[in-house]
């Protein structure tokens, strides 16, 4: 097994290598954008998660490293397609891509990379390709249906949870959990390792999912990194605000309403505003027990997993960073 | 050999089921503007290609189906792009995508396309795979950097003709080109044949490009089947034009470039004005003749290919069709 940290370095110093050699391929105008968007960092949790889970079934995970590409470049294409369509100027404290180089310039660009994404499998064992391809192709698939409904539901006045719980599922979930069954997968584990971790992945992704939309309410903007208050500035339908809607008092939904239907508003009036009937309702509680139990269903499955149980420690931190960061 | 007539009709009706079940797939939002874009048409000439490439080395093409959609659904998901990025309002006699059911699903729906494409290949012989994926998300990034290009050129002053045949290989010949090295290299067929197919497509492939130009000057807007004169409308640097800056009198010149830098002109005038130039510089004659190069090459590359020469009367017919429609 090795480790979260240990994992990243290794990613981060390959990728870097990856970004230089998009960076310096003609046509600049297209492939800039690319190492732009791909430099400005994030956490690479799936490529991590990735080499991890191939960690648990052999010590040799060098085969791994183009599917872990894979699946960060296919990761930033849907943030630079999503932040087209979500309008969203500022990405990781940088401007957007379609900002920074026109919105021309990040379609194209945003297609290269995932035609890119697909091509680093052909890095991949050729005997193990068309397994791949399958799971990524029909995982990337789920995740423009999971844009589809994120943006559906913004038109839509209403919203049920179990409709939100698999928006989430597919526009977050599948992902990382495509790239521990990935990982596993190309380790050569058995099928029932690569379902577990496959149904882990899901579990905790949607748990994911629930804190940062409390963490949007609640977190704390310089520990978070991003600016708190977005979701609720754009009437964003997540469960913490679906549930506020379900569970408030008659005046306070109405009070509730009246703020998502104005367009003309301070910000921060409306933030602390719906913050306190988010409390007042006790939705924050509803939000922080259903994530505690997608937490225990997805330790649940860990537990399940055949091998030893030292092995299981950096999954299990990872999946309980959600109840430590939530208080 | 199988003809193209057969071919086609055959495509079709399988196209057509996939088309019916894509228009049935949840969420409906995100795939019926995918069926919406593949019902209006085309001519199927890609796929139709790749069948009739395989039928030189097998009777049996049932394997090539699954191939001949990706790269259909390919094609038409660079179309889908390239209207929103060209502000192109009609495709095919028809509202293109970004019109009918906005830029936003336009974008997503034309990413679930792609990506798509990429799956269809799932079903290709596993052993074929990793070739198959290779060339084709070779071919699918340079069809970005062809675009790419495309849209560069549009805001420069000067484009020189290596460049602009460079960029009409990237943008239109290689998927030509990809589509008969896929049906052959599906088909069982050896690399010196899947290269020469290759070639061949590339050199039929910018001589139908010269063609499309060529035909948008001087073309019959009821057998060509798009409207006459958009590229002169918009500055387009076509090899056509590019032709006429290099060879015309300066009074011309200056009377062309005039044209270009108007914004606000009758599109009747400019077209029939431009026209006039173009025939009197020449340009239209160096266009036949560099079209015939081309097509002798295709010819020449067509002649070297190790088959009974009767089978080759399909693709020399394709390529003859460069020369009998310029008159």
Request: charged share 25%.
């Amino acid at each position: 097994m090795l480790s979260f940290q240990h994992l990243l370095e290794s990613f981060e110093r390959e990728f870097c290598r990856e970004i230089q050699s998009i960076q310096s391929t003609a046509p600049v105008q297209l492939y800039e954008p690319i190492a732009y968007s791909l430099k400005v960092g994030g956490k690479r949790i799936r490529p991590v998660l990735m080499l991890h889970a191939a960690s648990l079934f052999t010590p040799n995970i060098g085969d791994v490293y183009p599917a872990a590409t894979t699946i960060e470049l296919f990761h930033n294409f849907t943030l630079l397609h999503d932040d087209i369509m979500d309008h969203a100027g500022i990405r990781r404290g940088v401007p957007a891509v379609h900002v920074r180089y026109g919105e021309n310039s990040a379609i194209l660009s945003g297609d290269a990379m995932s035609i890119m994404a697909f091509q680093f499998l052909t890095k991949c064992d050729p005997e193990k390709l068309s397994t791949l391809l399958s799971l990524f192709s029909k995982t990337a698939l789920e995740i423009c249906e999971g844009q589809q409904h994120d943006m559906e539901f913004e038109k839509r006045d209403q919203v049920t949870i179990p409709e939100y719980l698999e928006m989430i599922r597919l526009k977050t979930a599948v992902l990382i959990a495509c790239s521990l069954k990935m990982g596993a997968f190309i380790a050569g584990a058995d099928d029932q390792s690569c379902s577990l971790l496959y149904d882990f992945g899901i579990q905790a992704g949607i748990a994911f999912q629930l804190q940062d939309d409390w963490l949007d309410v609640y977190g704390d903007e310089n520990s978070f990194g991003k600016k708190i208050g977005g979701d609720i500035c754009e009437n964003k339908k997540t469960f913490i605000l679906l549930s506020t809607l379900e569970k408030s008092s008659d005046q306070d939904r109405i009070s509730l309403k009246n703020w998502m239907g104005k367009t003309d508003f301070d910000p921060k009036d409306k933030i602390e505003s719906v913050r306190d009937i988010i409390t007042r309702s006790g939705a924050a509680e509803e939000t922080k027990k259903l994530m505690k139990h997608y937490h225990d269903l997805a330790l649940g499955t860990l537990n399940k997993l055949q091998i030893e149980d030292s092995e299981k420690e950096e999954l299990r931190n990872f999946a309980g960073q959600v109840l430590s960061r939530v208080k």
